[in-house]
């Protein structure tokens, strides 16, 4: 049985694939917006905080979405910057430090308590991406638009001595007239919005 589901995964991938290539492709600006401040984070970080390369874990990593349209071709959505986990991170150190955080990127980090004695900064933060989807199905007279997101974030703090963990997934969805890729851009930031705004207001 999970042969058989492993096969149809890697079938419809590879359809999905296929339909891409003929498809028109457009680049979507990943960017995180915060609609809070957040003044005592470096008394949860400290002065200096590691970013860790993010992980992409989805089967499909060359795009994030598709619209489906009533007739005619389909079209396909990806990161800007490329790839996802570039953008996401680049978006979070961005945000950190208008937020007044010393940010910087350290090579590796294996998410466990003990290897935070062997880096430099305050803490470490990393990012696991296990869904990054948005579909666009256009009916007759309307577009019925899904999108999931769920990023599992790894916060070590050294002065604890422990990692913490947040599972963060969100789920929208919305019936427009008309998908556009800015539609579906605005979407993906305001769900990328609530995931770091509620991380960062009790990330442990």
């Not at 995964?9 to 401040?37: G, M, R, V």
């Not at 570039?86 to 466990?112: C, H, P, T, Y």
Request: hydrophobic residues 40%; proline residues 4%; charged residues 20%.
């Amino acid at each position: 049985m999970k042969l058989m589901v492993h096969s149809l995964l890697i079938l419809s991938l590879i359809f999905f694939a296929l339909n891409c290539a003929e498809a028109k492709t457009y680049p979507l600006s990943l960017h995180y917006q915060s609609k809070k401040e957040f003044p005592s984070l470096q008394q949860k970080f400290g002065f200096t905080l590691g970013i860790a390369p993010f992980k992409d874990e989805r089967q499909e990593t060359s795009y994030i979405g598709v619209h489906v349209p009533f007739q005619g071709l389909m079209t396909c959505f990806e990161s800007n910057p490329f790839p996802l986990e570039k953008a996401l991170q680049e978006s979070l150190i961005n945000a950190l430090s208008r937020f007044g955080m010393k940010v910087v990127s350290i090579s590796n980090w294996d998410g466990l308590p003990v290897s935070l004695k062997n880096i430099d900064t305050d803490s470490v933060l990393m990012i696991e991406i296990k869904k990054f989807w948005t579909e666009g199905k256009a009916g007759l007279f309307n577009t019925n638009i899904k999108t999931k997101i769920q990023l599992v974030i790894h916060l070590g703090v050294k002065n604890e001595r422990k990692v913490f963990t947040k599972n963060n997934e969100f789920e929208n969805e919305v019936t427009v007239l008309r998908s556009t890729p800015t539609r579906v851009e605005t979407i993906i930031n305001q769900i990328l919005g609530d995931i770091f705004d509620t991380f960062l207001s009790s990330p442990y």
